[in-house]
């Protein structure tokens, strides 16, 4: 039942600018799942859910995951100034930077938030990135080589 609840609050803030735990509740209550405002609070607790602002001015609930343009245009920023070469084998991704870079231009891309990538590590001047397939290493790949000539 918990995870069932829990997910449903998932979709519920991922459809809908929820404000409160009291309209959480609510909307909750219409999908016949009957809970205290105590099991609400220790729900977003766990699920680590957050206030963003949203398009409307006002502070709602989600993951904090969102993916946002600013990030984006940050992350390309980093990129043209750290990033020598880009390549991938299999559903590796190896991202040669100049020394020093490695890190900043690793949290970028961790930023971007892109469902194919499982982990990254980055050392002084190497960045690898894991990817779900073959087929996700090289879109990303690509991606990150358009960002670079943008």
């Known amino acids: 039942m918990k995870k069932r609840r829990q997910a ?6 991922s ?12 909307l909750l209550l ?8 105590a099991t609400i609070s220790r729900d977003i ?3 680590r859910l957050v206030k963003d602002l949203s ?8 993951t904090g995951k969102k993916r ?14 750290s990033i020598i070469s880009i390549d991938y084998a ?18 970028a891309i961790d930023s971007m938030g892109h469902d ?8 002084d001047d190497t960045i690898f990135v894991l990817c779900r397939t073959q087929e996700s290493a090289e879109n990303f790949t690509n991606k990150l080589r358009m960002m670079l000539n943008a």
């Not at 449903?8 to 803030?13: A, G, M, N, Q, T």
């Not at 299999?90 to 949290?107: P, R």
């Not at 990538?117 to 980055?122: F, N, V, Y």
């Open 68 to 81: 946002n343009d600013h990030i984006a245009s940050r992350a390309g920023g980093i990129f043209s100034e």
């Open 90 to 107: 299999m559903n590796i991704i190896v991202i040669k930077c100049f020394a020093g870079m490695a890190n900043a231009a690793c949290a």
């Open 45 to 47: 607790k766990e699920l």
């Open 8 to 13: 449903k609050i998932l979709e519920l803030i």
């Open 55 to 62: 398009s409307k001015g006002r502070y709602v609930y989600s």
């Open 15 to 26: 459809s809908n600018d929820i404000e409160t735990q009291e309209e959480l509740q609510d």
């Open 30 to 37: 219409e999908y016949g799942f009957e809970v205290t405002q």
């Open 116 to 123: 194919e990538i499982l982990g990254t590590i980055a050392g």
